[in-house]
């Protein structure tokens, strides 16, 4: 009998299989991967839309934005940004809030005698603090009740979330 040696050329099939398997793994991550972007990506723009959305009702602290100013030919008066000036129907409710913000600990500091000028001479004497701390009064407006109606995230990512805009008042307490 005559022997024959033959080199076969290709994968065996056990081969196959493994890199069939090693396949399927990696596509398995990469949909994983994917739709933990999907839905990052999903909840930013909703984040952004419920931004734009919200945003102007807080800055004209109105509860409902149909009633647009007109000019004299019934057309929409427009801002310096081209967007039409909305007419408060209702302002929205506000809860005044203080935000105080506090350093613990003590030392000096040094002043120039004119601030304008970097190099003028330090003023000699050293103002000392001690703990400082800020208090500011703000008003808390929330838009969650008042853009309902207008809502156009109903069951989408960050839906529940409610933005919170603040108003700072002109007056504020430092001590030091």
């Given at each position: 009998?005559?022997?024959?040696?033959?080199?076969l050329k290709?994968?065996?099939?056990?081969?196959?299989?493994?890199?069939?398997?090693?396949?399927?793994?990696?596509?398995?991550?990469?949909?994983?991967?994917?739709?933990?972007?999907?839905?990052?990506?999903?909840?930013?723009?909703?984040?952004?839309?419920?931004?734009?959305?919200?945003?102007?009702?807080?800055?004209?602290?109105?509860?409902?934005?149909?009633?647009?100013?007109?000019?004299?030919?019934?057309?929409?008066?427009?801002?310096?940004?081209?967007?039409?000036?909305?007419?408060?129907?209702?302002?929205?409710?506000?809860?005044?809030?203080?935000?105080?913000?506090?350093?613990?600990?003590?030392?000096?500091?040094?002043?120039?005698?004119?601030?304008?000028?970097?190099?003028?001479?330090?003023?000699?004497?050293?103002?000392?603090?001690?703990?400082?701390?800020?208090?500011?009064n703000c008003?808390?407006?929330?838009?969650?009740?008042?853009?309902?109606?207008?809502?156009?995230?109903?069951?989408?990512?960050?839906?529940?979330?409610?933005?919170?805009?603040?108003?700072?008042?002109?007056?504020?307490?430092?001590?030091?």
């Open positions: 009998m005559k022997k024959t040696n033959k080199k290709g994968m065996t099939l056990i081969e196959m299989i493994i890199s069939l398997a090693i396949f399927a793994v990696m596509s398995l991550v990469l949909l994983v991967i994917g739709q933990v972007v999907d839905k990052q990506m999903r909840a930013t723009t909703n984040l952004k839309e419920k931004v734009v959305q919200q945003s102007p009702l807080a800055a004209n602290r109105i509860t409902k934005c149909d009633q647009i100013q007109l000019d004299a030919n019934g057309q929409p008066v427009t801002d310096a940004s081209g967007l039409p000036i909305v007419l408060p129907t209702s302002e929205l409710p506000t809860t005044p809030i203080v935000i105080t913000i506090k350093v613990d600990g003590n030392g000096q500091y040094y002043l120039r005698q004119d601030p304008n000028d970097p190099n003028s001479p330090i003023d000699p004497n050293a103002h000392t603090f001690n703990d400082p701390s800020i208090s500011i008003k808390k407006y929330d838009t969650k009740q008042a853009v309902r109606d207008l809502d156009v995230s109903n069951g989408k990512p960050n839906d529940g979330l409610s933005l919170e805009f603040v108003e700072i008042e002109p007056t504020t307490a430092a001590t030091t």
